[in-house]
């Protein structure tokens, strides 16, 4: 994870409401916030107390890097205890040669009782020693499986005391230090994806059938960037709002370079789109 050269994130504005009315005074334009294309509030999945924050803001992640981990130093003995369990081969070794002496008993019983050196009854006692040692390499056998998928488990468990990166980012906020106690319903770290921004402006229903899932529109995005820039048509809302007669539409907006800042405002001239 390395630092991100100086960024600009602005704080999210409200949508809906407030994007709907945003517009000129001449009706032609449209007005929305942008937000990245994914952001994430991250918390723990169990209470417990900080071990290390491993980001600062303004840190780039990648998925699955190990943003904020708990104390785990008793789940890492529960472990290791586990693991040497899962690694025992004595007792499964000891049923082995039990049951290959086994094998050799019955076959020289049988032997015998062919030669009428040996009775019947001996004979299924030989067997039953040998069924009992074989039953006693499958439960060997069994038991080593179980410790196998109990150290699967506490595993798992060990992971669950990490926070990880959800995808591809940026750490825009960061809001605890090692030593302090998080619950579940904390959410220390934020991640925001800003290699594309989204767009989101209400226009009125006579923009309705000018706009095309999938084309490309001018939006003007507001001061700090003040620009042109393109904007992709990903999604217009099937449904109108009955009391504004507007309907949402989201535009993406290629970041890749990251020089865009979230937040900034998007407008849609849409005497450019009716035309």
Known sequence: MKALTPLLVLPLFLLAANAARAQDGDGDVVRGPTRPAQVSNLGPLQEGVVRVVNVVEGDQV?????????????????????????????????????????????????????????????????????????????????????????LGLELATLDALAIRAPFDGVVTRVDTTPGATLSRTD??????????????????????????????????????????????????????????????AVFVIDNRNLQLPAGTEAALDLSEVTR
């Open 62 to 150: 990648k998925h699955g890097d190990i943003l904020l981990r708990l104390l785990d130093d008793v789940q890492e003995a529960r472990i290791a205890l586990v693991r040497a369990a899962a690694a025992a081969e004595g007792e499964l070794r000891q049923a082995e040669v039990q049951a290959q002496e086994a094998e050799v008993v019955v076959s020289r019983t049988q032997a015998a009782a062919a030669r009428s050196a040996a009775t019947e009854w001996e004979v299924r006692q030989a067997q039953a020693r040998r069924e009992a040692a074989r039953a006693a390499v499958q439960a060997a056998t069994d038991r080593r499986r179980v410790e196998q998928q109990r």
């Open 187 to 248: 959410r220390p770290l934020t991640v925001a994806n800003l290699s594309a921004l989204e767009a989101v402006l209400y226009p009125p229903a006579a923009a309705w059938p000018h706009l095309k899932v999938g084309s490309i529109y001018r939006l003007s995005l507001s001061a700090p960037v003040g620009r042109i820039v393109d904007g992709r048509l990903r999604h217009i809302d099937p449904v109108l709002d009955a009391a504004s007669g507007r309907f949402r």
